[in-house]
Nanobody, 127 residues
């Protein structure tokens, strides 16, 4: 079992930055690919970013490439999402997820690639 707790959300003006954190419980953090998803009101939950077990490989949604950076710290059992140049369309609840894939394959771009989910943290970007 892995428990995930997100933090770092809030209200920011367009063009600003936020860093989300996701703390994972348990001693098997390095066994999971980690991902971030987001869900805006009335929309489906969508993929944002993923990072491999080692942290050596990452994938991003086209909408956030060049603005968001995912990273992980094994010593702290934490994955981060640095979000820069935020836009109003980035407003959503952001979810952290952990999955068993051993590579950054297509499956980690979808919800089915993940087993454990956090409760989410709200990010609101004002124009």
């Amino acid at each position: 079992q892995v428990q995930l707790v997100e933090s770092g959300g809030g209200l920011v003006q367009a063009g600003g930055s936020l860093r989300l954190s996701c703390a994972a419980s348990g001693r098997t953090f390095s066994s999971y690919v980690m991902g971030w998803f987001r869900q805006a009101p009335g929309k489906e939950r969508e993929f944002v970013a993923a990072i491999s077990r080692s942290g050596g490989s990452t994938r991003y949604a086209d909408s956030v490439k060049g603005r968001f950076t995912i990273s992980r710290d094994g010593a702290k059992n934490t994955v981060y999402l640095q979000m820069n140049s935020l836009k109003p369309e980035d407003t959503a609840v952001y979810y952290c997820a952990a999955g068993p894939s051993n590579s950054i394959s297509f499956v980690v771009l979808t919800r089915s690639g993940y087993v454990y989910w956090g409760q989410g943290t709200q990010v609101t970007v004002s124009s």
